[in-house]
T-cell receptor, first 113, second 115 residues
Framework: GDSVTQMEGPVTLSEEAFLTINCTYT??????LFWYVQYPGEGLQLLLK?????DKGSNKGFEATYRKETTSFHLEKGSVQVSDSAVYFC????????????FGTGTLLAVQP | EAQVTQNPRYLITVTGKKLTVTCSQN?????MSWYRQDPGLGLRQIYY???????DKGDVPEGYKVSRKEKRNFPLILESPSPNQTSLYFC??????????????FGPGTRLLVL
């Protein structure tokens, strides 16, 4: 079945370091891909999305490109801040009746000053 | 402010005592759903609703009920809670449901402990 695999965390970085969080997916069709972020004690917020192959989603300095050939949607940021510390979830969705987001297990990012 | 609200945010209860977690959205969204979040498992869909009076089971519906009598509200009911329902619960909504491209908006979560 369809699934999303994320790199294990936690990821610990110093402020201003480069961030990559890997995400690969298994899909029978052509889903939309999402990154959601969960700050401590809060719900999930959409960070960025891409709805077709080769699309690049971007927001708040974060970027991810929908790569069909490698079935990947890696999250990157050039210079992280302490305020980026959160759990990041990669997800896919085909829509239809269930409109179900299929999530990875999440990656905890801790940024140290 | 556009938002999804859930109540209560935290709940401790005992096995078998019926409870309801409320969810409300103020965006006139057609679609609503419930997820549970467990360590190492990510989020899994419990139930979803495509519109008023239209609901269906997600991946982990056992032990849960829902209703959608009004467009804005989608309560989650645990008729006889058990310890394996201890989890963090999220309600989500989106304007439509057909393409899968729409942003889904999540509530702040309800942390439930069943003793």
């Amino acid at each position: 079945g369809d699934s999303v695999t994320q790199m294990e965390g936690p990821v610990t970085l110093s402020e201003e370091a480069f961030l990559t969080i890997n995400c690969t997916y298994t899909a029978t069709g052509y889903p939309s891909l999402f990154w959601y972020v969960q700050y401590p004690g809060e719900g999930l917020q959409l960070l960025l999305k891409a709805t077709k192959a080769d699309d690049k989603g971007s927001n708040k300095g974060f970027e991810a490109t929908y790569r069909k050939e490698t079935t990947s949607f890696h999250l990157e940021k050039g210079s992280v801040q302490v305020s980026d510390s959160a759990v990041y979830f990669c997800a896919l969705n085909y829509g239809g009746a269930t409109n179900k987001l299929i999530f990875g297990t999440g990656t905890l990012l801790a940024v140290q000053p | 402010e556009a938002q999804v609200t859930q109540n209560p945010r935290y709940l401790i209860t005992v096995t078998g005592k019926k409870l309801t977690v409320t969810c409300s959205q103020n965006m006139n969204h057609e679609y609503m759903s419930w997820y549970r979040q467990d360590p190492g498992l990510g989020l899994r869909q419990i139930y979803y609703s495509m519109n008023v009076e239209v609901t269906d089971k997600g991946d982990v519906p056992e032990g849960y009920k829902v209703s959608r009598k009004e467009k804005r509200n989608f309560p989650l009911i645990l008729e006889s809670p058990s310890p394996n329902q201890t989890s963090l619960y999220f309600c989500a909504s989106s304007s439509t449901w057909t393409s899968g491209k729409e942003t889904q908006y999540f509530g702040p979560g309800t942390r439930l402990l069943v003793l």
